[in-house]
């Protein structure tokens, strides 16, 4: 069971960029999926979850409406879509795979995480 969290790096306010998570099938056939984030000295905060079919999908408000949540049953990946990232979008990113099938905003409902992938935007 693995989650590989990429496409972070160094990017300057108002730009885009798009982070991309693997899975391993087994993960991604039947659960839930969700982006998390955390900046140092904060706790870890919700930011995006997509259903195990991708037919629902939540975000955190102040991210709605410049970041997308999508997923690629084939290639049993999930995808976030970062624009008009704001310096305040700086932190590390986690994706993870829910125990259930549902976008859920709470950590708890996640039991496998990946790495992260750093997110660092500039003023």
């Known amino acids: 069971v693995q989650l590989q969290a990429s496409g972070g790096g160094l990017v300057r306010a108002g730009a885009s960029a798009r982070l991309t998570c693997a899975t391993s099938g087994r993960i991604f056939s039947n659960n839930g999926m969700g982006w998390f984030r955390q900046a140092p000295g904060k706790e870890r905060e919700f930011v995006a979850a997509?259903?195990?079919?991708?037919?629902?999908?939540t975000y955190e408000d102040s991210v709605k409406g410049r970041f997308t949540i999508s997923s690629d049953n084939a290639k049993n990946t999930v995808y976030l879509q970062m624009n008009n990232l704001k310096p305040e979008d700086t932190a590390v990113y986690l994706c993870a795979a829910a125990r259930g099938a549902s976008a859920s905003t709470n950590w708890r409902s996640y039991n496998y995480w990946g790495q992260g992938t750093q997110v660092t935007v500039s003023s």
């Open positions: 997509i259903s195990w079919n991708g037919g629902s999908t």
